[in-house]
């Protein structure tokens, strides 16, 4: 039973503005679906009193004193960007969004 | 490109529905640094030259949270009245837009490090509204991008975006509302009245400079309508870009007008983010609300839990400052104001300014007197807030300083206050310049009492029959003639004086 529709591949996809062909959606869907039902497979393992783990290290706490502490400059900052003007990164318009 | 809006009149509104409010407020903290790394946080630098590896997103850098961070989010959690999570963690929220240059915000989803709790606001005529907070929680800011070409027309088909991300990972909380209901027509009044309590919280904080024209604190006004009596909420709309008190007022009550004329024609609202526009006082469609589920939180795997010891909490709690609400009370018996003189003070925007003048010296009385109704008045004239005035507390005790010892009458004080207003410099130096100093020495006021006498001798004859209240008309004329610097008391003394009195 696949449990990873195609209009759900389609969905994930825009969310990642990834431009996908109508054979990549069955391809991606079928392989999606075995990783959802590899990670499944923990489900029959785990039981209720196990609480479900994000980190695998036992810490907590741990800060940042709140100093200032030397960044880059703006051209360093840029220069790796494919496109700047006026020390800003030059990006395309996400037409129709606004933050 | 203006279509026409329909609106209903606000009666009919709320004859039909009752509005639901939600706010989300955000406030940039006044830390140092960012949340997760050492770059300055300042306002209005050049563009990225406050930014390093981890607030860039650069593959490799890890974030570190800023302890003084957290402190004030636990401060703030523990000054709206909220429980403070024993064990929390940060998640990433994806999405796709520019202002983030990891591709995710870094916040917190269903475990805030502050949850449950009240901030009760008072709205103008002293009627309080408790209103439920449902949590505060962590997140960092958003660059800022500088949109150039296509609508604007200056660069014909060149649409693109320039990214400044200075303000990339500077600390913020939002503070979200639980649902606001049962405030029918005063709605849009307790929205204004929650965001200005809650801004004066923070300030009393210190946690945050408050700035809503800077962005520092900002709010986002969900409303949406029910009919009455109907058994669950209607849709609601986010309304964003509400940068002033006064908008937050007229972002919701615009917003129950277009959604109740909408809804009564039969159509529906659309769940979505729209932006105020402050000139023309209304809103206007923006991008379809993702859910939450597009965002894919998970847990942030590069911070570890925070978990607050009680200790630490207790500890937080003993730095809290008394609370604005109580100041008030507290002030109000101390100068012994009436509610009504409470509410003029509080509705001036007076009472730090009166506090803080009352330090500097002042009688509680007169620096109450100042404030609220000359320096009211210079603030509304030039259309600026209280504060903004360009005089200080202490400059405003010097004046009061001088009308109590008698150098300056209360009509000379005004003259000093407009010239410390203007730029003039400190009271003593106005009044220096403007030569504003109170007569008081006898010999130039004899000349000028003998020479009223001498010029109205009917006068003078009834005063020395003992017609005391005939002295009104020479003192008047002196203080014509010395153009109102003599101490109109001293001159009466010298008159009757003078007629053997
Ligand atoms: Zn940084």
Redesign the pocket.
């Known amino acids: 039973m696949p449990s990873i529709s195609r209009g759900e591949v389609e969905h994930l996809a825009r969310l990642a503005r990834l431009a996908v062909t109508e054979d990549e959606v069955d391809r991606f869907a079928a392989q999606l679906d075995q990783i959802v039902q590899a990670v499944a497979q923990v489900g029959q393992v785990a039981d209720q009193d196990i609480p479900p783990t994000s980190h695998a290290v036992p810490l907590t706490n741990v800060f940042r004193r709140d100093d200032v502490r030397p960044?880059l400059s703006q051209q360093q900052a840029v220069a790796a960007a494919p496109a700047a003007e006026d020390g800003r990164f030059r990006v395309p318009r996400i037409l129709g969004e606004e933050a | 490109m203006t279509t026409t809006v329909a609106l209903m009149d606000y009666a009919d509104v709320i004859a039909r529905f009752d509005p639901v409010l939600g706010l989300e407020v955000h406030v940039e903290l006044s830390t140092n640094t960012?949340m997760f790394?050492?770059?300055p946080t300042v306002f209005g630098g050049e563009p990225n030259t406050?930014?390093?590896?981890?607030?860039?997103g650069l593959p490799g850098s890890l974030p570190v949270v800023n302890e003084i961070a957290v402190e004030s989010a636990i401060r703030i959690g523990l000054a709206l009245n909220c429980e403070i999570a024993e064990w929390c963690r940060f998640a990433r929220k994806n999405y796709f837009y520019p202002d983030m240059p990891k591709n995710f915000q870094t916040s917190q989803y269903d475990e805030p490090i502050a949850f449950d709790g009240w901030l009760d606001v008072t709205l103008d005529d002293g009627e309080v509204v408790r209103v439920q907070v449902e949590r505060a929680h962590m997140e960092e800011d958003t660059g800022k991008s500088l949109h150039v070409g296509g609508a604007t027309g200056r660069i014909h088909g060149a649409d693109y975006s320039l990214l400044d991300y200075n303000r990339a990972?500077v600390p913020l909380i939002e503070i979200v509302t639980k649902p606001i209901t049962g405030t029918g027509e005063r709605a849009p009044e307790v929205a204004r009245a929650y965001v200005a309590t809650l801004r004066d919280l923070l300030k009393a904080l210190d946690v945050s400079d408050v700035r809503m024209d800077q962005g520092s604190l900002r709010c986002d006004a969900n409303v949406s309508l029910m009919e009455k009596d109907a058994p669950e909420f209607g849709t609601r709309t986010e309304t964003k870009n509400v940068n002033s008190l006064r908008s937050v007022e007229r972002a919701v009550r615009y917003e129950m007008t277009r959604q109740a004329a909408l809804l009564a024609d039969g159509g529906s609202i659309l769940q979505e983010t729209r932006h105020f526009e402050e000139a023309s006082g209304t809103t206007r469609g923006g991008r379809r609300k993702e859910t939450s589920e597009d965002y894919r939180y998970f847990p942030e795997p590069d911070l570890v839990p925070i978990a607050p010891s009680r200790d630490w909490v207790e500890r937080l709690r003993t730095t809290l400052p008394e609370m604005p609400a109580a100041r008030r009370k507290r002030i109000q018996e101390e100068w012994s104001l009436t509610d009504l003189e409470l509410r003029d003070l509080v509705n001036a925007g007076a009472v730090d300014l009166v506090a803080a003048t009352v330090d500097a010296g002042a009688s509680a009385a007169e620096a109450r007197s100042w404030w609220v109704s000359y320096l009211s008045q210079q603030a509304n004239n030039r259309s600026v807030e209280l504060g903004e005035l360009p005089i200080t507390a202490g400059q405003v005790a010097r004046v009061i300083a001088l009308v109590a010892d008698g150098s300056l009458t209360n009509k000379l004080a005004r003259e000093v206050v407009d010239g410390v207003l203007a730029g003039e410099g400190e009271p003593d130096e106005v009044v220096d310049r403007r030569g504003l100093k109170v007569v008081s020495d006898d010999s130039a006021l004899y000349a000028a009492v003998d020479e009223a006498l001498a010029a109205q001798p009917d006068v003078a004859e009834k005063i020395r029959d003992g017609k005391v209240a005939a002295a009104g008309a020479i003192v008047g004329a002196v203080m014509k003639a010395t153009k109102g610097q003599a101490d109109a008391k001293r001159v009466r003394e010298l008159i009757l004086e003078r007629c053997g009195g």
Not at chain 2, 50 to 56: A, D, F, G, R, Y
Request: glycine share 24%.
């Open positions: 960044g | 960012k790394c050492g770059c406050q930014v390093c590896p981890t607030c860039l990972g």
